[in-house]
């Protein structure tokens, strides 16, 4: 049998191949691993698809609620996903395609268009970031980006109530007011988690891109018209 | 441990030799040794074991199957280890390549845009020019954002898609079009500069058609818009002009290399100003305006081919 200290490190004894003749190679294989944890891992493949579901849309709340309330947390960048993005960027590029689509001018932003801005922008500014020297990985990056656009998604869906409801010049200053708070507040919640992966002195080359970038959505959105 | 041994072999050719052991050769011996050493290890762990099973008969079996499966197994990782480490390894090879040009400090970066600006009169002794790339890339985007605003706010109404493109096409197209062009001009003339520097230099040179676009898109005042083009726009080709003249030797290759890169300069900023979205909008009018009428087709002969053939079909019965 194997000692208690050799069950605490279990594979300790694989570095030594040499067997000493003392121990009898006969015995239980204790498996390492916890059971209810591997039980846990296991059981998502014959759970129904609701639970499955419903706990990646959890995942994705959870990282919504980190993005409105930005304090220093690492579950944003550990457990990176893209879906939240996705959804937000497919939410945003619906809502600003809608008046495209039913006037004949074809003033608005069309789907394609936002959709790229979103994707080519943040792939930009995470390539910015990682040349700068930045220690986030490549996805990671792309999840905070991504999440932090929800600010001006909300934006986005306020305004077209605004303009559904107050038309002239006082609809203009509340959209105006709207689009600049979420806009302010996009690049504050992304620079939190971001910058902690910069070198402290290149903070601002970081900023500035992602300034640049909600400046350009935040735009799109003030200029939005049905 | 290698590099000794084929200098002193190839002396002849010394250059080509070390150029072969600075390439992907010499990598190769490394990994062939470093594989080398890895086989005679395991070789030796499982020669140890097996010396250790024989005094034992019951062991020899289970010991034989461990040092095979151990082999194989420490092989498989081996190999898919080494694959994982030199993919990753190229993803950030190809990153830290681009890496030395986007070493900058905030304060090198605001001093630089400042620098733009103010021409230097020393023509006898080359100047310094920063081989850099995040300045020049951040302000072609920043360029880009102004001329998406500008055509916001004067009204263009075309497809977004398009708009979108074609400023990136421009802004893009101009920076490095232009970079590349005066490049070549300076190497026909023996200029000394690289294309780096023309980049870095051209790419910096756009902080004041920033400048002036972002003033004048949102203050429609043409008497601004030509002062400020005079003044910033000049100040900013003055300088690079000024870099190049102290870069060029001779009379006719300053004039070729400056008089090109200052017309191509001013003119631009014009462009942007006035005619770009104009443009734009004349061109997408006469691609896919309404005044272009519909090819009109016409169906010859068929009625009466069809009148004929029923005549005749009448005739005859």
Known sequence: MASPEDASRPFAGFSDVSIPEDIPVEGDISVPVPPSARDDELSTLDEPVKETVLRDLRAVGKKFVHVLYPKRSSVLLRDWDLWGPLLLCVTLALLLQGGAADSNEQGGPQFAEVFVVVWFGSIVITLNSKLLGGTLSFFQSLCVLGYCIMPLTVAMAVCRVVLFAISGKAGFIVRLVVVTASFGWSTFASTAFLSDSQPSNRKALVVYPVFLFYFVIGWMILTFSP | ?317
């Open chain 2, 1 to 317: 441990m290698w590099c000794p041994d084929w200098s002193v072999q190839g002396s002849g050719s010394a250059v080509i030799d070390m150029d072969d052991t600075s390439g992907s050769s010499f990598e190769d011996v490394g990994e062939m040794h470093q594989r080398m050493k890895e086989e005679e290890e395991v070789a030796a762990e499982a020669a140890a074991t097996e010396d250790e099973g024989t005094e034992d008969g019951e062991f020899l079996g289970m010991k034989g199957i461990k040092g095979q499966l151990g082999r194989q197994v420490a092989d498989e990782v081996w190999q898919a280890g080494k694959r994982q480490a030199s993919k990753a390894f190229n993803l950030y090879a190809n990153i830290d390549i681009l890496r030395p040009y986007f070493d900058v400090e905030p304060s090198q970066v605001r001093s630089r845009l400042m620098e733009s600006m103010i021409p230097v009169r020393m023509i006898n002794f080359p100047q310094k020019v920063a081989g850099e790339l995040y300045g020049p890339l951040m302000l072609v985007f920043t360029l880009v954002a102004i001329l998406l605003h500008g055509m916001k706010t004067s009204g263009t109404v075309i497809r977004e898609g398009t708009l979108m493109g074609t400023a990136i096409g421009t802004c893009f197209g101009y920076w490095l079009g232009v970079s590349s062009f005066i490049y070549f001009l300076a190497y026909l003339v023996n200029a000394q500069i690289t294309m780096l520097q023309m980049l870095s230099l051209l790419g910096y040179g756009l902080f004041g058609h920033c400048v002036v676009l972002m003033v004048t898109y949102n203050i429609h005042f043409h008497f601004l818009f030509y002062a400020m083009w005079l003044l910033i726009g000049g100040l900013s080709t003055l300088r690079m002009v000024a870099v190049l003249l102290s870069r060029t030797v001779g009379q006719t290759p300053r004039l070729l290399l400056c008089g090109s890169l200052s017309l191509l300069h001013m003119s631009f900023l014009l462009y942007l100003h006035f005619s770009y979205h104009q443009i734009l909008e004349g061109l997408l009018d006469s691609l896919e305006g309404p005044n272009v009428a519909p090819m009109q087709r016409v169906v010859r002969d068929v009625p009466g081919l069809t009148l004929n053939t029923t005549m005749r079909n009448l005739m005859t019965q």
